[in-house]
């Protein structure tokens, strides 16, 4: 059985097919067309090769079909440049909750290519993410007009979830400094792992490790540390879901950390709602 699509994850949120493809990818394509039977056949959770699944748009998060059975891994740069082209590609209209304990926080994310658009109600709030070739900028949008975010704002939380402005704005996708650590399991899936440093202190973190799906391309996980070096915060894919015949993320849980120590203080669940 060949697999004829590739598969990718992105933000968190939706599976779905991509167009186009970098030289990178088009040599991973070829050797997955090598393997006689796809591993994600026999996977719980990407058990479909003609299917994507992306990030949240907080989600969303991340592209490519890593099947490099004997080849060199891809470089750190060469996986986040097609996560970026892939993530800007996406036409998305998705209804979504965050929730934290008995607090439920209703959005919709609405994505037209490199545009994304995220809506809150009570009060109402409007984000645009303009996803760019060399960085990512989030705007707040009224009635009259657009004007970017203010960066001494980032930080804040979403309606007193665990879930920030920045991280809204995936800015790490566009850190100059990244490598591939190696590779680890996670929830028995192979996975690259690649650790993003941070250009400046503007960042709530110094570093983000990210846990990428070897065979589907899926961001399984993601972690942020302070500037302590201490863990801060985990976005983990729980569970997904299909919707009208696409495969969309169902749940993610972002757990939040007591500083210096392993003890989660919050947990805040993204979930879309079929």
Same mark, same amino acid.
Request: proline share 3%; aromatic share 10%; glycine share 4%.
């Given at each position: 059985?060949?697999?004829?699509?590739?598969?990718?994850?992105?933000?968190?949120?939706?599976?779905?097919?991509?167009?186009?493809?970098?030289?990178?990818?088009?040599?991973?394509?070829?050797?997955?067309?090598?393997?006689?039977?796809?591993?994600?056949?026999?996977?719980?959770?990407?058990?479909?090769?003609?299917?994507?699944?992306?990030?949240?748009?907080?989600?969303?998060?991340?592209?490519?079909?890593?099947?490099?059975?004997?080849?060199?891994?891809?470089?750190?740069?060469?996986?986040?440049?097609?996560?970026?082209?892939?993530?800007?590609?996406?036409?998305?209209?998705?209804?979504?909750?965050?929730?934290?304990?008995?607090?439920?926080?209703?959005?919709?994310?609405?994505?037209?290519?490199?545009?994304?658009?995220?809506?809150? &109600?009570?009060?109402?709030?409007? =984000? #645009? $993410? *303009?996803?760019?070739?060399?960085? @990512?900028?989030?705007?707040? !949008?009224?009635?009259?007009?657009?004007?970017?975010?203010?960066?001494?704002?980032?930080?804040?939380?979403?309606?007193?979830?665990?879930?920030?402005?920045?991280?809204?704005?995936?800015?790490?996708?566009?850190?100059?400094?990244?490598?591939?650590?190696?590779?680890?399991?996670?929830? &028995?899936?192979?996975?690259?792992? =690649? #650790? $993003? *440093?941070?250009?400046?202190?503007? @960042?709530?973190?110094?570093? !983000?490790?990210?846990?990428?799906?070897?065979?589907?391309?899926?961001?399984?996980?993601?972690?942020?540390?302070?500037?302590?070096?201490?863990?801060?915060?985990?976005?983990?894919?729980?569970?997904?879901?299909?919707?009208?015949?696409?495969?969309?993320?169902?749940?993610?849980?972002?757990?939040?950390?007591?500083?210096?120590?392993?003890?989660?203080?919050?947990?805040?669940?993204?979930?879309?709602?079929?």
């Amino acid at each position: 059985m060949k697999m004829k699509r590739r598969l990718s994850f992105s933000r968190y949120i939706v599976i779905n097919k991509c167009g186009g493809m970098t030289k990178l990818e088009s040599r991973m394509i070829k050797a997955a067309r090598r393997r006689a039977h796809s591993s994600l056949e026999h996977s719980g959770l990407f058990r479909h090769s003609s299917c994507v699944i992306r990030h949240s748009a907080l989600a969303v998060f991340f592209a490519l079909s890593f099947s490099l059975d004997g080849e060199p891994p891809p470089s750190a740069k060469d996986i986040l440049n097609s996560v970026r082209m892939v993530e800007s590609k996406q036409q998305l209209d998705l209804q979504g909750q965050l929730r934290q304990n008995d607090a439920v926080v209703p959005f919709r994310l609405v994505q037209n290519g490199p545009l994304i658009r995220y809506s809150f &109600t009570n009060p109402d709030e409007t =984000l #645009q $993410l *303009r996803l760019g070739e060399n960085s @990512s900028r989030l705007d707040l !949008v009224s009635d009259a007009g657009t004007e970017k975010f203010a960066a001494s704002k980032l930080n804040q939380r979403i309606r007193d979830t665990s879930v920030t402005y920045e991280d809204l704005a995936f800015k790490f996708l566009y850190w100059p400094t990244a490598r591939v650590l190696g590779e680890e399991n996670v929830r &028995t899936r192979k996975c690259w792992k =690649l #650790q $993003l *440093r941070a250009p400046s202190r503007e @960042s709530q973190y110094s570093n !983000v490790l990210l846990w990428i799906d070897k065979a589907s391309g899926a961001l399984m996980r993601m972690e942020g540390y302070d500037w302590n070096a201490q863990l801060a915060k985990r976005f983990e894919v729980v569970s997904a879901q299909k919707i009208e015949g696409r495969w969309f993320l169902k749940q993610m849980r972002v757990e939040e950390f007591q500083p210096g120590t392993n003890h989660v203080q919050a947990r805040t669940y993204l979930e879309i709602k079929k």
